[in-house]
Structure formats: structure tokens, C-alpha cells
């Protein structure tokens, strides 16, 4: 009888922590890259945080990565991946926008850390719009200039926001 009371505490533990899960979609824009098509390090970068964040059992969810054109209001593109996010009874979004230089690339397309000059994110609490956190990142020469690399920085990133997160007034 005492095993079954251990089991049942245990189930019942996992279950309120599951349950207390906080929820958010990621969106992620890119900007000074390709104004047509969407780069495989955005691409990289938006699944390394989804599964950084799946991984330490909260819900995810993703807009489609949004490319922001030179001096083109993105604010209406925005402002549906947020009404989507509502509408999915999420707690938070995460907007993180990747900043590339291609200036001095051979390849703009692949996905190695010289070609972003930084990510830029915040974390909003949709129940009442707020930020509750935000930060910046900027590729160094500790990354390798290949995908392990970009994995690397990406992973790193999605830890930053996980810690500003649960520090900052986001649920866990």
C-alpha cells in the first residue's frame, strides 16, 4: 500500500508540474538579409530555442519566421502572430529578430555564425501585453563559423531567455 501511495504522489507531482507549465510561441524575424527568402540560420535558430524550451517541459508553438524589408512596417505581421498566440491561450511571446551582415559572405544562404551581427529578443506577457524581459546577443569568436556553431549560440540564447524568464516574473 505504501508503494501505491509513493506512485500516486509521484504521478500526481508530475502532473501539477506539467500542468504549471508556462506557454509562448516564438517569433522570429529576420532582418538585413534576404528580403525573399527565409535563411536556414533563422530557420536554425527559431527550432535550437523551440526545442531548448520544449526540452524543459514548456509548451511551444512558432509563427511563420516574418522577413522584415528595409523600412517595412512589420507591425500588422506582428500583431497576428500575437492574436494567434491569444487565441491559443498562451502565456508569453518571445520575438527574437536576427540581424544578419552579409557584407563580407560568400554564402548569405548558409547557416554559419559570421554572417548574423546579432539577435535581438523580448519576452511579452500577453495577459496584459507587458515586457517582462528583453537582451541582446552577439556572436563571438568562441563559436565555430559552421551550423555546430550556430547551434551552439542559439542554445546558449535560449538559455538567457529561459533565465530571464523565470526570473522576471514568467512562470515555470
Do not use: C, H
Request: aromatic share 10%; hydrophobic share 40%.
Amino acid at each position: 500500500m505504501k508503494m501505491y501511495k509513493k506512485m500516486m504522489f509521484l504521478v500526481l507531482l508530475i502532473a501539477g508540474g506539467i500542468a504549471s507549465s508556462a506557454s509562448f510561441s516564438l517569433q522570429i524575424i529576420q532582418k538585413d538579409g534576404s528580403e525573399n527568402v527565409v535563411f536556414d540560420a533563422s530557420y536554425m535558430i527559431e527550432q535550437t530555442i523551440m526545442d531548448f524550451f520544449y526540452e524543459n517541459s514548456y509548451i511551444v508553438s512558432n509563427s511563420p519566421v516574418i522577413i522584415q524589408k528595409k523600412n517595412e512596417d512589420i507591425s500588422e505581421q506582428i500583431k497576428k502572430s500575437f492574436d494567434a498566440a491569444v487565441e491559443g491561450y498562451l502565456d508569453l511571446v518571445i520575438q527574437a529578430t536576427v540581424y544578419y551582415n552579409l557584407s563580407d559572405s560568400n554564402n548569405p544562404s548558409e547557416a554559419v555564425i559570421s554572417n548574423i551581427e546579432k539577435v535581438e529578443w523580448k519576452v511579452i506577457k500577453l495577459n496584459d501585453n507587458s515586457e517582462i524581459a528583453s537582451g541582446k546577443a552577439v556572436p563571438g569568436k568562441k563559436y565555430r563559423n559552421d551550423d555546430d556553431g550556430l547551434y551552439f549560440f542559439a542554445s546558449e540564447l535560449a538559455a538567457n531567455i529561459k533565465a530571464a524568464i523565470e526570473t522576471k516574473g514568467g512562470k515555470k
